[in-house]
């Protein structure tokens, strides 16, 4: 089970006994069932979601095509994800998805695209310790050090070896969070509550699933 949203912002909520759990907030849905693939005519079967209404003007020629068939606007954010057989006769281009597919779940995974910090350099990307602050180390307190032998995974060579922890682009990588607890839900404003951070912006897309590995 899957919906597609976007990351609002975090917030405080209290319970009974004034306790306060740190929680985000997703506008999840509504999602329109853009196609639903099949392995006779796909090779495969899921169902293809799309979130987010796209401006006309922005509308490229072959999205125009596939949402008509869904009857629908193209839109922004689209996924899909596997289904089995039993599930695919739920479904059909067109159909709505919205968060009361959630209403009788208690923990879900959040995945979405982390922030983008540009090049940065060991201690922050990797959290190297960096040099001493004393005792002779000069202009070399956050440097990377020796990059040791010169030997790839396949013997010996003038390169690197594949997966060395060095200075470079951080960040605007895709990251699943998961069994965040589902503190409620407002089936009129299209909002979940979740306890915890999820990655990426305020304003950023994410997926929702029901989460796998907790119930």
């Known amino acids: 089970m899957m919906l597609l949203g976007k990351k609002i912002g975090m ?12 929680v985000t907030v997703l506008l999840a849905g509504p999602c329109t069932v853009m196609q639903v693939k099949s392995p006779q005519k796909d090779g495969y079967t899921a169902l293809q979601l799309g979130f987010d209404d796209k401006k006309a003007c922005r509308v490229l020629k072959p999205e125009e095509g596939h949402a008509k068939k869904a009857n629908t606007a ?40 982390s922030k983008g910090k540009g090049y940065q350099g060991v201690m922050k990307r990797h959290h190297f310790g960096g040099f001493p602050a004393s005792h ?10 020796s990059i040791a032998s010169h030997a790839t995974n396949r013997g010996n060579s003038g390169k690197i070896k594949k997966g060395k922890r060095m200075s ?22 299209h909002l979940l509550v979740v306890k915890g951070s999820v990655p990426g912006p305020n304003g ?7 989460a796998k590995t907790k119930s």
Request: proline share 1%.
């Open 11 to 22: 917030t405080q909520v209290y319970n009974e006994a004034g306790q306060m759990t740190t």
């Open 168 to 189: 470079g682009h951080m960040g605007m990588d895709r990251v699943t969070s998961r069994n965040h607890k589902l503190v409620s839900i407002d089936p009129e404003n």
């Open 136 to 145: 002779g180390t000069e202009r070399k307190h956050r440097a990377g050090g």
């Open 74 to 113: 193209a839109k922004r954010f689209v996924r899909e994800w596997r289904i089995n057989g039993k599930e695919e006769a739920k479904y059909n281009a067109g159909d709505t998805m919205d968060v009361n597919l959630f209403e009788n779940v208690n923990y879900v995974d959040v995945a979405g695209i």
């Open 204 to 210: 950023g897309y994410v997926e929702i699933h029901t």
